[in-house]
């Protein structure tokens, strides 16, 4: 794999259950993020990592959690998913001691909650 | 407070014309980045550019080209002769620091641009 791939493309998912939307890259960035994007919102993080083993919460955190086992991965759990939690949600990745932490994104997981 | 602003919602040209997406932004830091990402129909997003805020010269690519003005806050982002393809929103964003090392993204609402034929 090139770059950032995240799976599932898309979920319809029942409210109430548990969803783990996956995210994987290989450009050994140390920063990974996972953002929400809603019609006339823009994008919204929700937690980012600075590098494996550590995680931090974003403008929308709640409702959701991470883990940073390794470089590579980034899950993004929904422990009950609620209708609000309909989006479309993106991972991203960037290597800020490059300097400029221009960030590279994944196709983005299209999630929708009954 | 840091803050990004893409007054333009919308925006509607025909093909080949020129078009200038809007940028203006708020920052207390001294050194910042600027980008501007593509969001094409298909729904990814794509970096285009990143701009150092040391560093005001405009640059070009292809038919892109970006205005930095520090004077005004402002990085605006110009399409010469437009195509179809061109039509996506478009996001500025501008860097800070946040953690650490890490720097994260104030992103503005974004632009969506329509070139029709």
């Known amino acids: 794999i090139a770059g950032i791939t995240q799976a599932p493309t898309s979920q319809i998912l029942a409210a109430g259950r548990r969803m783990t939307l996956r995210c994987t890259q290989d450009?050994?960035?140390?920063?990974m993020y996972w953002y929400r994007q809603d019609l006339g919102l823009g994008l919204r993080l929700i937690h980012y990592?600075?590098?494996?083993?550590?995680?931090g919460k974003g403008e929308v955190p709640d409702g959701y959690s991470v883990s940073r086992a390794n470089t590579d991965d980034f899950p993004l759990t929904l422990a009950s998913a609620v209708p609000s939690q309909t989006s479309v949600y993106f991972c991203?990745?960037?290597?800020?001691?490059?300097?400029?932490?221009?960030?590279?994104f994944g196709p983005g997981t299209r999630l929708t909650v009954l | 407070a840091q803050k990004v602003t893409q007054a333009q919602t919308e925006i509607s040209v025909v093909e080949k014309e020129d078009v200038t997406l809007d940028c203006v932004y708020e920052t207390r830091d001294t050194t910042y980045y600027l980008f501007w990402y593509k969001q094409p129909p298909s729904g990814e997003l794509v970096f285009l550019i990143r701009?150092?805020?040391?560093d005001e010269q405009n640059e070009i690519s292809g038919r892109y080209s970006w205005n930095f003005q520090k004077s005004t806050s402002s990085f605006n982002f110009t399409i010469t002769a437009s195509q179809v393809v061109d039509s996506a929103v478009y996001f500025c964003?501008?860097?800070?620091?946040?953690?650490?090392?890490?720097?994260?993204?104030?992103w503005g609402l974004g632009t969506s641009l329509a070139v029709n034929p």
């Open positions: 701009r150092n805020s040391f």
């Open positions: 990592s600075n590098t494996a083993g550590t995680t």
């Open positions: 964003a501008l860097s800070e620091a946040y953690a650490g090392n890490n720097r994260k993204l104030i």
């Open positions: 450009m050994r960035h140390n920063a």
């Open positions: 991203a990745s960037s290597d800020p001691q490059r300097g400029g932490n221009e960030q590279f």
